[in-house]
C-alpha cells in the first residue's frame, strides 16, 4: 500500500477531510509562495495546519459574530472560555500599546436556550468567548493563537455555530477586563463566586458535556458532508461516551491501556501487564489533557510563573518554534541554548553557580528537526541541585519507545501527532511527576488553574484514533529505520538526523523502553540546495506540516518553520534546505522504492549536468520556481 500522495495545492492532507490539520504543499516552489505569501498559493488554500491558519469554520463563525457585536472595522478570534479570552486581551495589551482600552472587549456566548427545546431539556449548552478587536490588531492576535494553541476547534466552532443560528447562544458584551494580579508570594488564590458566575461557558464538570447524536448534525451541506465523513470511516460520535473516552485517553497515556478495545471494553480490562510509565505512585490521576500539545506547554509554564514566581526559563537545545516564543514573551524571558550540547551544559552550571536562578528547563526529547536528545540525567541532577523544573516534550519520541517521566517534573505531548494518527483532531496532554519535589506544589497549582478546554466531539475522535497507537508505533519504527538505511547509502546524501545514528544515541538508550523503537521522525540534508529541490519534488508521499501521520509526510522543514529567520536556524545546524519525513505505515518494500526513485533523481541531476553548490540561505532559481 502506497500513502497519500496529493498534487493539489491547498487540498486537506488526508483529501476531503473537513478537521485535517495538514494540507498538501506538493513542490518546493509551493512552499516558498506559501511563505513569501504569494497570491496563486494562497489562493488555492482550503485549510492548514489549526495553529497556523485559522479554520473556515472558525472564521465563518467570528464573522457572524463581528456581524452581530461589532464592526466592519473590526476582527475577532473564538476561544473556549473567559479566562483564555481575558489572557488574549493582555496580550493584545501588552504586545500593541496604541489600543485603546474600549477597542478590544469579550463577547461570551451562553446559552439562552428556547423553552420546550431537546437542547434546552437535556444538553446544557457549551459557551465560548469571542474577542473582538480592531482589524489593525490581527496580527498580534493571531500570534497569541498560534503560540498557545488556546484558540477553539473546528468542530467546536461547527456545533456552537449552529446554536448562535438558532438562537440558543447569546452574547453577553463586556469590556475588556483582565485578572488584577493575584498577591502574597507564592500563595493560590480560588477564584470568587462573581468570577465563575461570569464564565457560564466554562465546563465545570463531565455531566455538563452535550450529549445526544443531534449534536453533530449539520448547519450547512458541508457540515453533513463532515458527519458522513466520519461515520463512513467508523467515526459514528456518541457524546454520552465523553467521560469513558477522556479516562481511555488518560489511560494510555499513562501506560495501564495499552489494548486496541471498544470504549465499552476499556474498563474491564486489567491493567496493562508492562505499562510503560514505571514509576512508583503513578497513575492516570497525574495526567491532564489539552486541546493542543501547544496548549499543555504554554499552560504549564503559565502554572509554574504563578506558583514559583517570575523568573526567566531556559529552552534547552533547539524546539519547535512556538515553544521558544512562549518562553520569550510570557514572563520575564529565557536562556536559550540552541544546541542542547554538553558545553551548553557546562554553561548553565557555571551561571547556577554564580547565583542565577531560572524557573523551568524546558527541552524536547528528541528534539525537531535535528532529532538530538539532551542528556536528562545531568540536567535532572543540576535541576535537583539549583531548585529549578525540568519540563520535557516527548512528542517526538513518544512514551512507548521513551520513558522520559523519572528525570522531568512535568512531561507534555502533542496527541494530535503519532497518538492520533490519522490527522484529523488536535490534543495534547501533561504529565506530572508523583516522585517530584514539586508535585504536591503541581496539584494544587492545578485545582485553582487547571481547565478542562477539550472539546467533546475531539475527544471523541481521538480516543478512536488512538485505540492502535502501539501497533502503529511499532510498525512505523521499522518503516523509519529501513528508510534510514536507503537515505545513509546514498552519496549524495549529506546527513541523516535520527535518533539511532545520532551521537546523541547514548542519551535516548539510557530511555529508552525495552521494546521501544527510535521513532518515526527523520531529516536529511544533501551536498547541495538543487539536490534538495529535486529529491523533496520527486518523492512521491504526501507534503504538508505536521508530523506522526499514519501515512508518509514530508516537507521542507525549515522554510516552513523559519523562513524569514534562515540564517539564525543555521546558526544551530539547522540547514535551510533540511527535508523532515514523518514515517507512515506504508508497506515498507512500497516505501523505500519511492525514496530510492527520488535519490535517483538526484543522481541523474548530478550526472547531466555537475553538482551546483551555493553559499547563504537558498532561493529556488528561476528554472526551478518555473518547473
Request: one cysteine or more; a neutral charge; charged letters at 25%.
Amino acid at each position: 500500500m502506497v500513502g497519500v500522495l496529493l498534487d493539489e495545492i491547498g487540498q486537506s492532507i488526508p483529501p476531503d477531510t473537513p478537521h485535517a490539520v495538514s494540507v498538501s504543499l506538493p513542490t518546493w516552489k509551493a512552499n516558498v509562495g506559501y511563505e513569501k505569501g504569494e497570491e496563486w498559493v494562497l489562493s488555492k488554500m482550503r485549510t492548514g495546519y489549526p495553529r497556523f491558519y485559522i479554520h473556515t469554520s472558525i472564521r465563518d463563525f467570528a464573522n457572524l459574530i463581528v456581524q452581530a457585536y461589532g464592526s466592519e472595522e473590526e476582527q475577532a478570534l473564538l476561544f473556549p472560555s473567559r479566562s483564555v479570552a481575558c489572557r488574549c486581551v493582555g496580550f493584545l495589551r501588552t504586545q500593541d500599546s496604541s489600543l485603546q482600552t474600549d477597542e478590544v472587549r469579550i463577547v461570551e456566548l451562553v446559552s439562552n436556550p428556547k423553552p420546550g427545546t431537546d437542547i434546552a431539556a437535556t444538553n446544557p449548552t457549551p459557551g465560548l468567548s469571542a474577542v473582538i478587536f480592531p482589524k489593525s490588531a490581527f496580527k498580534v492576535a493571531k500570534a497569541f493563537w498560534q503560540h498557545t494553541g488556546e484558540g477553539i476547534s473546528s468542530r467546536r466552532a461547527d456545533y456552537c455555530r449552529r446554536l448562535f443560528e438558532e438562537g440558543v447562544l447569546g452574547g453577553i458584551v463586556e469590556p475588556s477586563s483582565l485578572e488584577r494580579p493575584r498577591k502574597g508570594p507564592k500563595r493560590y488564590h480560588r477564584e470568587s463566586s462573581n468570577s465563575k458566575a461570569g464564565r457560564q461557558g466554562y465546563v465545570e464538570s463531565e455531566e455538563q458535556i452535550p450529549t445526544g447524536h443531534h449534536t453533530i448534525q449539520s448547519h450547512s451541506e458541508g457540515r453533513e458532508c463532515s458527519l458522513h465523513v466520519e461515520e463512513r470511516y467508523g467515526r459514528n460520535l456518541d457524546m454520552s461516551l465523553v467521560s469513558k473516552a477522556k479516562l481511555s485517553i488518560r489511560k494510555r497515556i499513562a501506560g495501564s491501556l495499552t489494548a486496541d478495545v471498544e470504549l465499552g471494553q476499556a474498563d474491564e480490562l486489567p491493567v496493562s501487564a508492562q505499562p510503560t510509565r514505571l514509576l512508583e505512585g503513578f497513575s492516570e490521576a497525574n495526567v491532564y489533557l489539552y486541546p493542543t500539545g501547544m496548549s499543555s506547554i504554554f499552560n504549564i509554564h503559565r502554572i509554574f510563573l504563578s506558583a514559583r514566581g517570575s523568573m526567566k526559563s531556559v529552552c534547552f537545545g533547539f524546539p519547535y518554534i512556538d515553544t521558544l516564543k512562549i518562553l520569550q514573551k510570557w514572563g520575564p524571558g529565557c536562556l536559550f541554548y540552541g544546541n542542547g550540547s554538553s558545553d551548553d551544559l557546562v554553561d548553565l552550571e557555571i551561571r547556577l553557580r554564580r547565583g542565577e536562578r531560572f524557573l523551568a528547563l524546558f527541552c524536547e526529547f528528541p528534539s525537531n528537526p535535528l532529532l538530538k536528545s539532551p542528556d536528562l540525567r545531568r540536567i535532572r541532577a543540576l535541576a535537583d541541585g539549583y531548585n529549578f523544573a525540568v519540563v520535557i516534550d516527548e512528542t517526538v519520541g513518544n512514551f512507548l519507545n521513551v520513558n522520559v517521566l523519572p528525570y522531568a517534573d512535568v512531561v507534555v505531548s502533542s496527541l494530535t501527532k503519532i497518538f492520533s494518527g490519522d490527522s484529523n483532531v488536535m490534543g495534547g496532554s501533561a504529565v506530572l511527576n508523583p516522585q517530584s519535589k514539586l508535585y504536591m506544589m503541581l496539584k494544587e497549582a492545578f485545582k485553582v488553574e487547571y481547565e478542562d478546554n477539550y472539546w467533546a466531539e475531539d475527544v471523541i475522535v481521538m480516543e478512536r484514533n488512538s485505540r492502535d497507537f502501539a501497533s502503529r508505533n511499532n510498525r512505523i519504527n521499522t518503516n523509519a529505520e529501513a528508510i534510514c538505511d536507503v537515505l545513509k547509502a546514498h552519496s549524495r546524501v549529506k546527513d541523516v538526523y535520527y535518533p539511532k545514528y545520532s551521537p546523541s544515541r547514548n542519551h535516548y538508550d539510557q530511555c529508552r523502553n525495552p521494546n521501544g523503537g527510535y521513532g518515526g521522525l527523520l531529516s536529511v540534508t544533501f551536498f547541495s540546495p538543487i539536490e534538495a529541490v529535486t529529491f523533496f519534488d520527486r518523492l512521491e508521499t504526501a507534503k504538508g506540516p505536521s508530523l506522526g501521520t499514519n501515512f508518509t509526510l514530508s516537507c521542507p522543514y525549515t522554510l516552513l518553520a523559519h523562513y524569514g529567520e534562515l540564517e539564525w536556524a543555521a546558526s544551530f545546524g539547522v540547514e535551510a534546505d533540511l527535508v523532515r519525513v514523518s514515517v507512515g505505515l506504508e508497506d515498507p518494500k512500497d516505501l523505500v522504492v519511492l525514496f530510492e526513485r527520488a535519490l535517483a533523481a538526484v543522481t541523474a541531476i548530478n550526472n547531466s549536468n555537475g553538482t551546483k553548490t551555493t553559499d547563504g540561505p537558498f532561493q529556488p532559481s528561476r528554472e526551478q520556481q518555473e518547473s
